[in-house]
């Protein structure tokens, strides 16, 4: 038998030292990769979060941009020449006597809320606004991520109040209804609520509202208010109010005596601004500058652009200077009624018929001509003049909707709240 040396004994120990000092570094590789990898996991699970979550953002502040948007929309939700097509507005809220209030389809028998919704692909993102039905966006094919959300709103508490919630998810399979577990996918959901600022903040009682002076000429204009509740005022002014042959029209029964107000010094009193604000909630710039308004350039004759901006949609028609419009033109209609703003001189011509509110620096009409007509109100913050046999007629109907189904949606502060 041959002894073992003390050098083979050496060597045997070294080994064993050496592999278990292997050992050791494998452990504190292998744990090191570990945490590596929960750390990988971890950052892909907040990144998917992350896009959820500012989807479900992009869902608020998209579906806010559509409701502001007069556009009449397809089911896709872009723009639509189709005459039938309405906007996403009118698509997604009824207007009841009290104000706005969301849409249902008939689910089998159960009334279940309108939704739009929106996929993020590689050629863009793709939309579906359906009018009734489920919404069925383009599903993005594969196991990429594909951000989307979905919209709902609902009627709120009060009147003018809409809340919207939007879900939002990083894969379309389940229309963002639920958090899928496959390939660490994210849903998120928020929700918000929506006032309404109306383009017509308070229906004027009187016909024709003017700070200064009121001469209508020899024109035979007509100021017609037969509306009890508003009283028998026809024509409110600041100055004096003049004309040859005015035509009135009161309630049944009631007397003319109150038809003409002359001398307001209340009205007269009013600073601009502070005049407009008084039927509009703000001053006339803010008023121009909201979402839902639609600003007109135009030189000399306006009555093509805005023909073509109310068939286009809009309502809150806004236009720095002057304005020409002449007849024959009908701008709004009793269900679709407009508000034309001007911040100067508002020069009609012949047959003119608007049906709404019309708001000017002043106001002149001029021309005499069949169907020349204002339904609704007139406002100047100067004077009215003309020799136009025009009627100028307050229905109470078209103001109320002008109160509560116009103007532009904004967000409620400290509504904001996630799940």
Known sequence: MRAVTRHGQRGAASLIVTMLLVFAMLIVVAYANRNVAVEARASANQYRSTQAFEAAEAGLEWVLAKLNDGTPIGDDCLPSSDPAAASFRDRQLRLGSAGFVAATWDNAGTPTPLRAACVRTDTGWSCNCPSTGAPTPAIAAGDATAPAFMVELSTGAKPGLIVATASGCTRSDTLCSATSSVGHESAARVEVMFGLLPGLRSAPAATLTARGNVDAGSGALGLHNTDPAAGSTAVDAGGNVSGNALRFSAPAGASLDGAIVAGDATLAGLAGERFFARWFGMDKATW????AATRIACNGNCA???????AAGARLLAIDGDVD???PISLGTSERPIVLASSGVLRLHGAVALRGVVAAASIDWQGTAAGALVQGAAISEGNYTGDAATD???D????ARLQTGSGSFARVNGSWKDF
């Open 396 to 399: 109470t109907a078209i103001l």
């Open 325 to 327: 419009l002449d007849g």
């Open 392 to 394: 100028i007629v307050r």
């Open 288 to 291: 121009m500058a909201q979402p």
């Open 304 to 310: 093509t652009v805005l023909a073509d901006a109310v």
